[in-house]
């Protein structure tokens, strides 16, 4: 059978169309033509396999949703519902409204981000933050970089930079992930790494023995990501503290994740938090903006005042700073955290970790009762326990209890890996955990039940 291409309705007459029209107005008439002839190349294809051609008014509105698909952004809104909190891949912390007001505020509009509004003259960025932060923390002074590789770099460059011996145990020489390895970062910052104790064990002595002129710092790092386990020990930051100010070196404390609430209240083991750190007498302290905190992504360096103004006066410090709109979102979680009453409804990832599961438990008998059509008959679907995780490389050995919605193929032959794809093509991203023949949705993250359901709706 040879195709007959003579009913395709010809470009002109499919830009005569309403939706063309509409496309026209929203992305230029170029880009409209170009759309139409694509939707023609490919009808011309389904023609040749036999299909009778569409009309003009269809391949129009083909055309418009060809240029809608592709004007969308390519970092999409998802449901995470993989029961980790604090997932890098999905951007980590969510932020609380407040933040976000600030963030637009400061993207919509010249602010006062380097202008003292008092005097008129030339202010400082910092001085949005250093306030809050100090109040918060009990910290005498701070300043903020990119993030918390790039605090860790800063601060090892400016007390350690010139081949400075910098004491470490060796049991915290972690890898973080990606390439930031503890022994590599100390290197390129330019200090010398002196390695005491060992694996498992490291003693107070083991310091002290360590320490002589050419010591720059003693570095202590949060172990965030791993544990061990057994005959072990490590030395407290009060104890070092102490040491370092009798050998007159400071003490730099990498906390990585590092909170300012105690996570007891939230059923996980405790955790120093920044304020612990702070008051236990360590020099300098780096942590994330975006891990625990709940805010944007940011390195936080703070402590000492004559140490914070060293960091301030290093060069490299310019090429590390921290845009406005991050600036404007942080310091509205700040502020957040000074309401302890309300901060933990108010900051998503609080509210996600202080989240009770028989909360989580009614959410989900809800929701199982609203989407089980979707998917049956292929599927079952059942309420089901879960645990959720933190996520971010903290405390990846502690879960808390939660509740989900597990779906499983009815017929066990069948792989999950179709539906898991379907779920990523929704308007919004459904992204939810595999475990064994099971996609399980953690509810802990899932603040819009209603949203949820609307959105499943489309995935017949
Ligand atoms: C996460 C982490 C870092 C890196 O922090 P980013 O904000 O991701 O750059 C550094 N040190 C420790 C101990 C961490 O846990």
Same mark, same amino acid.
């Given at each position: 059978m040879v195709a007959d291409f003579s009913l395709l309705p010809p470009v002109n007459a499919i830009l005569a169309e309403q939706a063309a029209k509409e496309a026209e107005a929203k992305f230029g008439h170029s880009a409209t033509v170009d759309a139409i002839r694509a939707a023609l190349a490919d009808e011309r294809i389904l023609i040749k396999a036999g299909r009778t051609p569409r009309t003009s008014n269809v391949l129009a509105m083909m055309a418009l949703e060809r240029l809608e698909v592709d004007a969308r952004s390519t970092m999409r809104a998802v449901f995470n519902l993989t029961g980790t909190i604090l997932h890098t891949n999905f951007g980590r912390a969510q932020l609380p409204e407040v933040a976000i007001e600030n963030a637009v505020n400061a993207m919509r509009n010249a602010v006062s981000l380097e202008y003292d509004l008092e005097s008129g003259e030339r202010g400082e960025r910092d001085d949005h933050l250093r306030e809050l932060i100090c109040e918060l923390t009990g910290a005498e002074d701070a300043t903020l970089v990119n993030n918390n590789a790039a605090a860790v770099l800063l601060v090892l460059n400016t007390l350690a930079g010139k081949q400075g011996e910098s004491i470490i145990s060796r049991g915290e020489l $972690?890898? $973080?992930?990606? /390439?930031?390895?503890m022994p590599d970062i100390m290197e390129s910052a330019g200090c010398k790494l002196i390695e005491v104790g060992t694996t498992n064990r490291t003693h107070l002595a083991d310091y002290e023995k360590a $320490?002589? *002129? *050419?010591? /720059?710092l003693l570095l202590k790092v949060h172990t965030s990501n791993y544990r061990i386990e057994g005959f072990s020990s490590s030395v407290t930051t009060k104890e070092l503290a102490a040491l370092a100010a009798t050998k007159r070196v400071p003490l730099m404390e990498d906390l990585g994740s590092g909170t300012l609430v105690n996570l007891v209240a939230f059923g996980l083991p405790y955790e120093p938090t920044v304020q612990d750190v702070i008051k236990a007498g360590a020099d300098i302290v780096t942590f994330s903006g975006d891990k625990l905190l709940g805010g944007v992504q940011a390195g936080f360096i703070i402590g000492k005042q004559e140490f914070v103004a060293r960091v301030n006066k290093n060069p490299m410090k310019r090429s590390l700073r921290v845009d406005k709109v991050r600036l404007a979102a942080l310091e509205a979680v700040l502020r957040a955290y000074r309401n302890e009453e309300k901060r933990n409804a108010t900051i998503p990832t609080l509210r996600y970790l202080s989240r009770n599961q028989s909360d989580i438990a009614h959410q989900a008998a809800d929701l199982c009762a609203k989407i089980s059509d979707f998917f049956q008959p292929a599927y079952r679907v059942e309420i089901c326990s879960c645990n959720s995780q933190v996520g971010s490389g903290a405390m990846p050995m502690e879960t808390l209890p939660s509740y989900g919605i597990s779906i499983s193929p009815v017929d066990p032959a069948v792989s999950l890996t179709e539906l898991a794809y379907r779920l990523r093509q929704l308007p919004k991203p459904v992204i939810g955990r595999m475990h064994a023949n099971r996609l399980v949705f953690d509810l802990r993250c899932l603040d819009d039940t209603n949203g949820f359901v609307n959105n499943l709706e489309k995935l017949s």
């Open positions: $972690i890898e $973080i992930g990606g /390439a930031f390895r $320490i002589n *002129e *050419e010591t /720059a």
